[in-house]
């Protein structure tokens, strides 16, 4: 039994480049300077827990989608649908995946943070078999499943959300849900199809999804602005200003995600996309040398 162990395509289909965004949970403890060393060993417990659920949720619907991704020309790919995984190993994978997550909860012992970790369960797997169908909801639940790593971050980290950094991250995870939307339609309409199977949109609907999606791009600059001239930054940075070229910086990253997005040029989730991109690393290293010119270490 050992020997047929579909281990890289167990590992492919947990999606491990997806485990990224569970990086969110550190940033309310960023966000508040927080550096109590327990707190982070609870936070870096808390990424691997919502990894295994996350890879869970994904093993669930590549299962409940075999038969129409098989149709798909891209995603027939995936191991479980090309076959490369039985639906057997799909299910253990589930189950240590969930035992796993499970162990971590009852060692962390936080009532709250366990109740967020269920909300995301509970919300990612109700996406996948509904809410994904549902016309503009679906960005709605996406940024949704953004945020509450931010919540579960917080609960863990025992420290307040900030009002400020809620405004920011709802207008940035809206864009990257709108991209995310927007290169599928881009990719059916190259392939003459005139909606997304399993979906609510049209191909036509692309322009739209365009139009809010870098709208909120300077949503999250108007907010990131804003935030630097309040009160709460000035108690928070020895000095703000040098952070103000964080948001020009910030529109030239989404921006030009977009501008390649029109070109067909991201074809994956967003979130992959610029774990490949040179220029969001780049994006990154001077955000953080202005943040500690600034007395921080992060730009929230």
């Known amino acids: 039994i050992a020997a047929s162990l579909p281990f890289r395509g167990l590992m492919r289909a947990c999606r491990p480049e997806q485990w990224a965004k569970n990086l ?32 869970a949720v994904y093993l669930l619907n590549d299962a409940l989608d075999a038969p129409h991704d098989r149709l798909h020309p891209r995603k027939r790919l995936r191991p479980i649908a090309a076959g490369e995984v039985s639906l057997m ?71 307040a959300l900030s009002s400020w950094l809620l405004g920011v991250s709802f207008f940035f995870f809206l864009s990257l849900a709108c991209m995310k939307r927007f290169a599928s339609l881009k990719r059916e309409a190259a392939s003459g199809a005139v909606h997304e199977p399993g979906r609510a949109y049209h191909v036509d609907d692309a322009a739209a999804l365009g139009v809010v999606g870098i709208g909120s791009v300077f949503s999250v600059a108007l907010m990131l602005s804003l935030y630097l001239q309040s009160a709460a930054a000035r108690t928070l ?64």
Not at 30 to 48: K, P
Not at 134 to 157: H, I, K, P, Q, S
């Open 89 to 159: 190993w799909a299910l253990r994978g589930i189950a240590t995946l969930l035992a796993a997550a499970i162990a971590g909860l009852v060692w962390l012992g936080s009532p709250l943070f366990s109740l967020c970790v269920a909300l995301y369960a509970i919300t990612a797997v109700s996406y996948s078999l509904l809410w994904k169908r549902v016309f503009c909801l679906d960005l709605f639940v996406l940024v949704g499943l953004y945020l509450l790593r931010l919540f579960a971050g917080a609960a863990l980290g025992e420290v």
């Open 24 to 55: 969110l949970l550190a940033l309310p403890l960023l966000a508040g300077h927080v550096w109590v060393e327990e707190r982070w060993l609870a936070i870096v417990v808390g990424i691997a827990i919502f990894s295994a659920v996350a890879s």
């Open 237 to 300: 940075y020895a000095d703000p200003r040098y952070l103000f070229v964080i948001v020009p910086l910030m529109i030239f990253v989404l921006l030009r995600a977009w501008l390649l997005a029109y070109r067909g040029a991201v074809q994956d989730d967003p979130v992959a996309f610029f774990l490949r991109d040179r220029w969001s690393y780049f994006a990154l290293g001077v955000t953080v040398t202005l943040a500690y010119f600034a007395n921080l270490v992060w730009i929230l």
